[in-house]
């Protein structure tokens, strides 16, 4: 059975930071893809970024480029998203999934999901 579950999301002034988590349980981690990605009220899900869970370059939405940053800890299964500069307009539930390929921002391309965590901006 595949899980797929974040953490780390709460409550941050504009300009702040936090660190979000994803802990992906799949009997072949190491060949996946581990995204993130995020929603807006009303609005449909968009990729912020993603990494091969065996390593690789990363990728990053233009929106956070400079400002997010994506690792991951293969012996623990677990990947980070680490979210600097935090600015009402990234308010939103950031999801994590794993799909077979990077590259791609398209939500169905990705087969396991998380429930999401919820990141709150204020001005």
């Known amino acids: 059975q595949v899980q797929v579950a974040e953490s780390g999301g709460g409550s941050v002034q504009a300009g702040g930071s936090l660190r979000l988590s994803c802990v992906v349980s799949i009997y072949d981690y190491s060949s996946k893809c581990i995204a993130w990605f995020r929603e807006f009220p009303g609005k449909e899900r968009e990729g912020v970024a993603a990494?091969?869970?065996?390593?690789?370059?990363?990728h990053y939405a233009d929106s956070v480029k400079g400002r997010f940053t994506i690792s991951q800890d293969g012996a623990k299964k677990t990947t980070y998203l680490e979210l600097t500069s935090l600015q009402p307009d990234d308010a939103a539930t950031y999801y994590c999934?794993?799909?077979?390929?990077?590259?791609?921002?398209?939500?169905?391309?990705?087969?396991?999901w998380g429930r999401g965590t919820q990141v709150t901006v204020s001005s």
């Open positions: 990494t091969y869970s065996g390593g690789g370059r990363p």
């Open positions: 999934a794993a799909g077979v390929r990077c590259g791609t921002w398209f939500p169905k391309d990705f087969r396991y």
